[in-house]
């Protein structure tokens, strides 16, 4: 089975985009990066909340809408004949539904991305896209390069957010509006479904941005991979 970032871009896309790296880095000293990450954390507390919260209205609406001599019915089928006080059967019933509805959603909302984004706040993705593409950053050793001329271009895929992260060497001469043209070609891209197009423009873009401060010089190599990083853990 495809991960989502095998899915959002084909091994012939990504080569094309590799390509375009290639090609843009002979005509700038920088180094461009471009990892795609199909979440950048996997939310446990915000798909339990979503649980809870789900599996507490089912419960309670099954509740009200079942009599209490179908829920007589039900336990003693299962052998649970020990209830005779009021409402009894209504408290053991919810709780049944409770849990098995709980057990349901929680499974339902780890597997299914649109459900489990419903529970997360902005505020969270938007912090854990930006630590993700901080770790990314370093952990890829993009601050290694001779004049700190690397960038990271990180597209993560459930938060539906992509951060550029400049090393020093660029942010000193790029400000922050050049990197935010280039986050909105790619997303533009991604909802008309031609991602792979975006991200190679996204790249020809940084390419323009590099060259005009950081131009290729004499016996300049390539001090990074070209190829496109899949994956939290690439």
Known sequence: MKHPEEKFLTQAERQRIEERISAAEKRTSGEIVVKVVAESYHYPLEA???SLL??????????LLI??????LFFTFFGFSFFSAPHTESMWFFLAIFSVSFMVFHELLKRVSFLKRIFVRKANMREEVEEGATYSFFRRNI??????????IYISLFEHRVRVVADQGINEKVTQSDWDEVVTIIINGIKTGKQADAIAT???RCANILAAHFPITAGDR?????????GRNG
């Open 222 to 230: 390539n001090e990074l991979s070209n190829k496109v990083i899949l």
């Open 202 to 204: 996204a790249v020809d």
């Open 48 to 50: 339990m909340q979503g």
């Open 54 to 63: 789900l599996a507490i209205m089912v419960g309670i609406a099954v509740a």
């Open 143 to 152: 601050h290694h390069t001779v004049n700190r001329t690397g960038i990271l």
């Open 67 to 72: 009599s209490e001599e179908t829920m007589w």
